[in-house]
């Protein structure tokens, strides 16, 4: 078993847990999203779909990344005006964005966790949670330019 089927298969046992009925579309956004590395928006998705299931709505697609959200199985990214992305890894982690395609690629480093403490001592704040995005030009954008 790969780990996108791992990572589908407990992702669908969550869903069974929490007892929202699984059907094929919902089975085929959850297995996009964790497929997918790049962070798609809702219409990425309801595009990539739309040829497999030709009654699906982007609606059907919100509403799917909406149960998908309150169960905690993907995360909404939302940066500046631009439409929602998706982010089936939930584990705590930080975004490099290329601010020319607007690719989205994670990384993470432990030592940030810090900062919540710091800021909790400096502030006196019950810190829940902080995020950082960092902004760049992409490996693909950069060979495209010279």
């Not at 869903?15 to 996009?32: D, F, N």
């Not at 030592?111 to 950082?132: C, N, P």
């Amino acid at each position: 078993m790969t780990v996108s089927e791992q990572r589908l298969s407990e992702a669908l046992d969550t869903l069974k847990g929490s007892g929202v009925r699984i059907t094929p579309q919902r089975h085929a956004v959850l297995e996009y999203l964790i497929q997918s590395m790049s962070h798609p928006t809702a219409d990425d998705i309801y595009k990539a779909l739309e040829s497999k299931f030709p009654n699906m709505s982007v609606a059907t697609v919100y509403n799917n990344l909406r149960v998908f959200k309150e169960i905690g199985l993907v995360r909404e990214l939302t940066y500046g005006d631009s439409s929602s992305r998706f982010d089936c890894n939930t584990s705590e982690h930080y975004h490099a964005i290329c601010s020319e395609c607007g690719k989205i690629v994670d990384f993470h480093y432990p030592i940030l966790d810090e900062v919540e403490s710091l800021a909790e001592q400096v502030t006196g704040f019950d810190v829940s949670h902080h995020r950082m995005e960092v902004y760049g030009v992409c490996e693909d954008c950069k060979q495209q330019q010279h």
